[in-house]
């Protein structure tokens, strides 16, 4: 039976393909993309100096006229593609917010694109790693299996002993 199994190279290396297309997938599922990269207040200092302008707000300097409601002064907030809420100052348009959401977004792109090449070589070495230890447990089987089944087919036979009686004898004593 165990040889069957070991031996059968056509049943392993459809094992093998299949976990290599299974590694695969997970890690193209799992690839480093800009939504899935967290917040890092470095971001708001590489913005450009538009981008900056609109967030840190000079507009935000300018005080409300007399008489405006107060919550015209509250900060808008405005989620990034990465979750991340960022307040802008009251007066900021869409527009103006989606040029700074455009920026944003193109440097989570870029974190996330300096990140795929690491990813990918963990998730290679992972995927060789487990295929070996694979490949060296059946190793192991397969040889230990066979030596203990030959040590254990050479102790039977060598340590059997055939006994056989002595022939009654029949007839008188002496």
């Known amino acids: 039976m165990v040889n069957r199994i070991t031996n059968s190279w056509q049943f392993w290396m459809t094992l093998a393909i299949m976990w290599t297309l299974a590694t695969a997938a997970s890690a193209w599922i799992d690839l480093p993309r800009a939504p899935m990269i967290a917040h890092d207040p470095e971001f708001m200092n590489q913005l450009t100096p538009e981008s900056s302008a609109i967030v840190r707000g000079a507009a935000a300097a300018q005080k409300s006229a007399p008489g405006e409601p107060l919550w015209s002064d509250a900060?808008?907030?405005?989620?990034?593609?990465?979750?991340?809420?960022?307040?802008?100052?009251?007066?900021?348009?869409?527009?103006?917010?989606?040029?700074?959401?455009?920026?944003?977004?193109?440097?989570?792109?870029?974190?996330?694109?300096?990140?795929?090449?690491?990813?990918?070589?963990?998730?290679?070495?992972?995927?060789?790693?487990?295929?070996?230890?694979?490949?060296?447990?059946?190793?192991?089987?397969?040889?230990?299996?066979?030596?203990?089944?030959?040590?254990?087919?050479?102790?039977?036979?060598?340590?059997?002993?055939?006994?056989?009686?002595?022939?009654?004898?029949?007839?008188?004593?002496?």
């Not at 700074?100 to 440097?107: C, D, F, I, P």
């Open 75 to 174: 900060p808008r907030v405005f989620r990034m593609s990465n979750g991340k809420q960022l307040n802008f100052p009251a007066i900021t348009t869409d527009e103006r917010a989606a040029i700074v959401e455009r920026e944003y977004h193109g440097l989570l792109q870029a974190r996330a694109s300096g990140q795929h090449w690491l990813y990918l070589i963990e998730r290679v070495a992972l995927w060789l790693v487990a295929l070996l230890l694979v490949g060296l447990a059946l190793g192991l089987l397969r040889g230990g299996l066979k030596s203990i089944f030959r040590r254990g087919t050479h102790a039977v036979t060598s340590s059997t002993c055939v006994l056989t009686p002595a022939p009654l004898e029949t007839g008188t004593s002496t």
